[in-house]
Structure formats: structure tokens, C-alpha cells
């Protein structure tokens, strides 16, 4: 049923973000392969939409979702700038990229 498949979601939200909070990648990939797993659960039915036991509990989910989204973007944005920072005290301007066909020269 969605509910179980939602609940089982927002569980694996939690988990991501106490991953996310703790720097666990153990937990981490624990916590994306039973996203994974759930949303392949979760079956959109336009009649389920209706129910406000699923909506409140997709509501509830969309939060964490967005919860460990701002958790991954202020950890990609730390990131950048300790690179950044990097490259300056090395005396480089850019810092090199990587693209899908490799990395470009800075």
C-alpha cells in the first residue's frame, strides 16, 4: 500500500539526514538504496491523491526531502569553497573541472 511505501520513505529520509548530520557514508548509502527502494514502491494513483492520510504523509516526506536537500547543498557549497581556497593559496585562479567527458584543465 502507498502508506507503507511512504512511511518506509520518510524512515529512509530520516535516516539520510542523520547520515548527511554525521558524515556517515555507510549510513549514507544505506539511506539512498532504501529511497531507492521505496519511491520504486510508490505507485501514483490519482485516487490515492485525494486521501488526506496520503497527502499529509506525502506532505510530511516532500519536508524531509527538502530538509536533506538544503543539507546537500550547504555541504557541496562548503566544499567548493575549501577547494576555492585551495587553489588560491597555490596561487591558482580556477579550480579544475570535471565534466562527463573528464576533467577540464584549470
Known amino acids: 500500500m502507498i502508506l507503507d511505501a511512504l512511511a518506509r520513505l520518510e524512515a529512509a529520509q530520516h535516516a539520510f539526514i542523520a547520515a ?3 558524515s556517515d557514508l555507510t549510513a549514507l548509502q544505506a539511506a539512498a538504496e ?4 521505496a519511491l520504486s514502491d510508490i505507485r501514483v ?4 491523491r485525494d486521501q488526506p492520510q496520503v497527502r499529509d504523509r506525502a ?3 516532500m519536508a524531509l526531502i527538502e ?7 550547504f555541504l557541496t557549497d562548503s566544499n567548493t569553497r575549501r577547494i576555492q581556497a585551495l587553489a588560491a ?10 565534466t562527463a567527458a573528464g576533467r577540464i584543465a584549470a
Open 20 to 22: 548527511l548530520d554525521t
Open 34 to 37: 532504501e529511497t531507492r527502494a
Open 45 to 48: 494513483d490519482e485516487t490515492l
Open 59 to 61: 506532505q510530511a516526506v
Open 67 to 73: 530538509a536533506a536537500a538544503m543539507r546537500v547543498n
Open 89 to 98: 593559496a597555490t596561487g591558482t585562479d580556477r579550480v579544475p573541472a570535471y
